[in-house]
């Protein structure tokens, strides 16, 4: 080959690889925050007197993930309190007879004492509008400085000013802090997930989670699994955490339906991997959902 057409052709390799470098999302943006999960989420214990109805766990300072214990209701749902420096977002009320504004007041109260504030407006929206998800409602709608979101689609598309549903993508600024919000419907009409820009982590309600993926509307799921494929695809999610565990460490088993105490939970965080394989196995069904038992969670449709 000639020195000419060397020349010709590094040149072409490094303008490639400028434009592959424009195109890369990440180099501009401020590292993730850190933070960490828990080595077990167990929530379970024979001793319901003197097990605490929510557990804590500090992600970060500002990123609180909180398990209802297996004791108040065996659906053990997470919810999550998330800081900005001018609201926090509560996601999920939990389940059954708990008293969650409680806590919330308490958690609340320690960032303002941290933070030497005065006041902290919360929001309180939801993963979806399930009766193990939206328990807690009531409790907060006279609490001061308090918006709960409404539970159905019309509302939740109206409060993070989502353009087309579920097509657009809402935003919620708790000030330092945005979150996305996507709409995911097929588990139920009004599902949502919700990305945090400074953790990189994604919520994904009851649709993806290492448990049973139950799947109210096939179609509107594939579409759904496939937005969030391609929302990870394009940004950086350290984690993405669902609202409940099933699933036992041992593969390809769950825990059965109504199960209080699973000593041997599967971890909560999912990752790509597990997603994209959910993504494929859906579109290889193409319409025709059966329930799959998978490696991590099992794909079930209802009637
Ligand atoms: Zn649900
Ligand atoms: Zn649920």
């Given at each position: 080959?000639?020195?000419?057409?060397?020349?010709?052709?590094?040149?072409?390799?490094?303008?490639?690889?400028?434009?592959?470098?424009?195109?890369?999302?990440?180099?501009?943006?401020?590292?993730?925050?850190?933070?960490?999960?828990?080595?077990?989420?167990?929530?379970?214990?024979?001793?319901?007197?003197?097990?605490?109805?929510?557990?804590?766990?500090?992600?970060?300072?500002?990123?609180?993930?909180?398990?209802?214990?297996?004791?108040?209701?065996?659906?053990?749902?997470?919810?999550?309190?998330?800081?900005?420096?001018?609201?926090?977002?509560?996601?999920?009320?939990?389940?059954?007879?708990?008293?969650?504004?409680?806590?919330?007041?308490?958690?609340?109260?320690?960032?303002?004492?941290?933070?030497?504030?005065?006041?902290?407006?919360?929001?309180?929206?939801?993963?979806?509008?399930?009766?193990?998800?939206?328990?807690?409602?009531?409790?907060?709608?006279?609490?001061?400085?308090?918006?709960?979101?409404?539970?159905?689609?019309?509302?939740?598309?109206?409060?993070?000013?989502?353009?087309?549903?579920?097509?657009?993508?809402?935003?919620?600024?708790?000030?330092?802090?945005?979150?996305?919000?996507?709409?995911?419907?097929?588990?139920?009409?009004?599902?949502?997930?919700?990305?945090?820009?400074?953790?990189?982590?994604?919520?994904?309600?009851?649709?993806?989670?290492?448990?049973?993926?139950?799947?109210?509307?096939?179609?509107?799921?594939?579409?759904?699994?496939?937005?969030?494929?391609?929302?990870?695809?394009?940004?950086?999610?350290?984690?993405?955490?669902?609202?409940?565990?099933e699933n036992k460490r041992t593969p390809f088993q769950d825990y059965p339906v109504g199960t209080v105490d699973q000593p041997d939970e599967h971890d909560l965080d999912l990752g790509r991997a597990q997603l994209f394989e959910l993504d494929s196995v859906?579109?290889?069904?193409?319409?025709?959902?059966?329930?799959?038992?998978?490696?991590?969670?099992?794909?079930?449709?209802?009637?």
């Amino acid at each position: 080959m000639t020195s000419t057409r060397w020349n010709r052709r590094i040149q072409i390799v490094l303008i490639a690889a400028g434009l592959a470098a424009c195109r890369t999302p990440h180099l501009q943006e401020p590292p993730l925050e850190t933070g960490r999960l828990a080595e077990s989420w167990y929530a379970g214990g024979a001793d319901c007197a003197r097990t605490p109805q929510f557990r804590i766990h500090e992600y970060n300072h500002e990123f609180l993930i909180i398990r209802q214990a297996a004791c108040t209701n065996f659906e053990k749902p997470f919810l999550y309190l998330i800081f900005g420096h001018d609201r926090a977002l509560l996601f999920d009320t939990g389940a059954g007879k708990v008293d969650v504004a409680s806590l919330v007041d308490s958690l609340i109260y320690q960032w303002l004492v941290r933070h030497d504030g005065a006041v902290m407006p919360l929001v309180v929206a939801h993963s979806h509008a399930h009766g193990d998800h939206v328990a807690g409602d009531s409790q907060f709608v006279h609490r001061p400085n308090t918006v709960v979101v409404g539970r159905d689609t019309g509302a939740v598309r109206a409060f993070f000013n989502i353009g087309r549903w579920p097509a657009d993508t809402g935003i919620i600024d708790l000030g330092g802090r945005v979150l996305d919000v996507l709409p995911i419907p097929g588990h139920q009409p009004a599902s949502i997930a919700l990305y945090d820009r400074r953790t990189g982590i994604l919520l994904t309600g009851d649709t993806f989670y290492p448990g049973r993926l139950y799947v109210r509307d096939t179609a509107a799921f594939a579409v759904s699994i496939d937005r969030l494929m391609k929302f990870v695809s394009r940004h950086r999610v350290a984690h993405m955490l669902g609202a409940h565990v099933e699933n036992k460490r041992t593969p390809f088993q769950d825990y059965p339906v109504g199960t209080v105490d699973q000593p041997d939970e599967h971890d909560l965080d999912l990752g790509r991997a597990q997603l994209f394989e959910l993504d494929s196995v859906v579109r290889g069904m193409r319409g025709r959902m059966s329930r799959t038992v998978m490696k991590d969670f099992t794909i079930w449709p209802l009637p």
